[in-house]
C-alpha cells in the first residue's frame, strides 16, 4: 500500500468527547480561586485556549502570573480525572484508525490541547503506538484557524499537504485545513453544518467505507 498519504486528527470532539472532563476540571479548579462559572459560560469559551478563556473570566484579576497558574491546575486536574475516571473513543475512531493504519496511512495528531494532555489521553486508550507524530499547543505560534498546526503535522508525518486528510469538529479546524490545502471530514454530532468540510458527518462510524480513499481523489478546494 501507498504511504504517501495521511490523515491528520484533532482530539477534542473528534478522537473523544472530552467536553465532561474539561468542565469538571475548570469547575473544580476555579472553585478553589473562590470563582464559580455556569455552564453556559463554559460552552461559551470551549475550544478557546487558556490564557483567552482566564481573561475573560477574571478581567483585570487575570495577571499573566495567575493566569499561568490556573491554567496549569486546571490541565493538571484534567489529566487526573482521565486516569481517574477513563476516557472512551467516540464512535467508528477506534475501527478507522486501525484500519487506515493496516492500509498504509500516515496518521498524526494535530492539536491545541497541551502535549501532557494529548499524552495521557493516548495513553490511557492504549493508543500511543498508532500515531507517528502530535502536534500540540507548545509545537505552533499561532491557533486555528490559522493553518500552521496541520502543515507543521503533514511535515512530521512527511506527506505533502494535498495528500492530507484533516478530521474535524469545529468551524475553525476546517478553516485551517482549507488554509493549509488539506481536504477534511467534519464531525458534527448536532448535524450543525461546518462551512467548508468536503463530508460532513454526525459520527464517523456512518462514513462510507471508502470515503478517505474517495476524498482524495477529489480536487482540494482551497480558502479564497
Not at 468542565?23 to 453556559?40: F, K, M, N, P, V
Not at 494529548?118 to 505560534?141: C, M, Q
Not at 488554509?179 to 450543525?192: F, K, L
Request: with cysteine; net charge negative.
Amino acid at each position: 500500500m501507498s504511504t504517501h498519504r495521511a490523515v491528520l486528527w484533532d482530539m477534542d470532539g473528534t478522537l473523544i468527547d472530552s467536553e465532561e472532563f474539561h468542565w469538571r476540571s475548570w469547575h473544580l479548579t476555579l472553585q478553589d480561586e473562590g470563582i464559580a462559572i455556569s455552564r453556559d459560560q463554559f460552552l461559551s469559551t470551549f475550544g478557546q485556549r487558556n490564557d483567552a478563556i482566564i481573561s475573560q473570566w477574571l478581567g483585570a484579576a487575570a495577571t499573566p502570573e495567575r493566569a499561568a497558574r490556573i491554567a496549569e491546575s486546571k490541565e493538571i486536574m484534567y489529566r487526573h480525572l482521565v486516569r481517574r475516571d477513563g476516557i472512551s473513543a467516540l464512535p467508528g475512531v477506534a475501527d478507522w484508525v486501525r484500519r487506515l493504519r493496516r492500509d498504509g496511512w500516515r496518521q498524526a495528531i494535530a492539536s491545541s490541547a497541551p502535549r501532557a494532555n494529548i499524552e495521557t489521553v493516548l495513553e490511557v486508550l492504549s493508543s500511543t503506538h498508532i500515531f507517528d507524530a502530535i502536534v500540540s499547543a507548545e509545537d505552533v505560534h499561532k491557533g486555528k484557524p490559522d493553518p500552521e498546526v496541520y502543515l507543521l503535522a503533514a511535515e512530521r508525518v512527511g506527506i505533502g499537504a494535498s495528500d492530507c486528510i484533516v478530521v474535524e469538529d469545529a468551524v475553525a479546524g476546517i478553516e485551517a485545513a482549507r488554509a493549509a490545502g488539506m481536504h477534511s471530514i467534519g464531525v458534527s454530532r448536532d448535524e450543525r453544518h461546518l462551512p467548508g468540510a468536503d463530508v460532513v458527518v454526525r459520527s464517523l462510524d456512518l462514513l462510507d467505507a471508502n470515503a478517505f480513499d474517495t476524498l482524495l481523489r477529489r480536487p482540494v478546494v482551497m480558502n479564497t
